[in-house]
């Protein structure tokens, strides 16, 4: 059999050894220990590295990305400021201009191995623009990555004037998922017909859900508990997405031991944010500051799916990051105390595996023969090494064609007594 491309001696994660992996019209052929008899158009030596599916960008807000400093920068760093700057940005978007930064920063995650992303997009706005922008872009990307859209109601479905509207019209345009705010409406009781009417809208249009839901330090914010009952009583298990969830870092064990039985019974995914967690919670606190992480460890613990999102890229909310999905869970790692050595390879599935399961997308994804020809290699033999490193992201390809490729940085000691400069690889 003539391939299209080989890539030998290929390390999958959790494999004793490595694999040839060959590929043909776009797909995985055949996976197996040895290919010796097999030639390809191209092939590709790993060597042992790590070859892994695409890796999965579950949340972030694409209309907000790159736009660190306009009007202003955070002075406080404080979630609060944070949407004030938005608010006074959001008039002065414009179709271009959110297109252009979407553009772009897709551009960057495809390069650092994120194939599939799901953007929430702000719809308190009268003419929907970044909606329509994104809309766009949705269809233009389609060669490089698989672009999600939820309907993000930022200022709330029902503090907002038209907030109802504005979601169905979402909607009608082609938004494919339905978002919600209930822990940011103006009451208690306001919340939770946010969450109703999400639940109302995702029937009506049959879509699934993923709300922002209890952003915030406050131990009495409990919408979660909300979207799990509307999911079960709804019967929409496996389609309802909880995203940050940081006040469960601050319920009473009791009670989050209530809730993550409620979660893992109605299927809800929960998505946990580092960047904008670590940055946005425990402002309030002096000392000791909490973590604000949801309890990603526990969650898993009990059977409650888990997935990562970078959630702001260089935006009013988070000023740093280029959007690597690689860090983002090297600092789950840290905060949410999973450095145990079988933690950290559990890890890489959250922005892999597990997030395929969260956007729905497991019948087309993984290194499996027949499936799509999507994957990345890495510039490190093991998960445990890629999460250390951040290596370079080799290969990066999507249905079979490379889309993205990076040589890797090399480093040189200059020593006194040494005639010929030596490399410094990282590596022990
Ligand atoms: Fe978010």
Redesign the pocket.
Known sequence: MQYDLIIRHAQLHRHQNPVDIAIKDGRFARITASLPDNTADREIDAAGRLITPPFINA???LDAVLTVGQPRYNASGTLLEGIQIWSERKPTLTHEDVKRRALEEIRWEVAQGTLHIRS?VDICDPNLTALRALLEVREEVRDICDLQLVA?PQDGILSFPNGHELMRRAMEMGCGLVGGIPHYEWTRDMGVEDVHYAFALAKEFNRDIDC?CD?TDDPHSRFTEVMATDTLQQGWQGRVTA??CTAMHSYDNAYAFKLIGLLARAQVNVIA?PF?NAVLQGRFDTYPKRRGITRVKELLAAGVNVAL?H??IMDP?FPLGRGDMLAAAQLAIFLCHMSGYEEINDILDLITTRAARTLRITDHYGIEEDKPASFVLLDAPSAFEALRLLPARLHVFKDGREIAHTTPAHSFLHRQNEQEAQEVTYRP
């Open positions: 949340h972030v807000h929430h993000f922002h952003e995203s940050h944010n904008d999102g959630d702001s909310w």
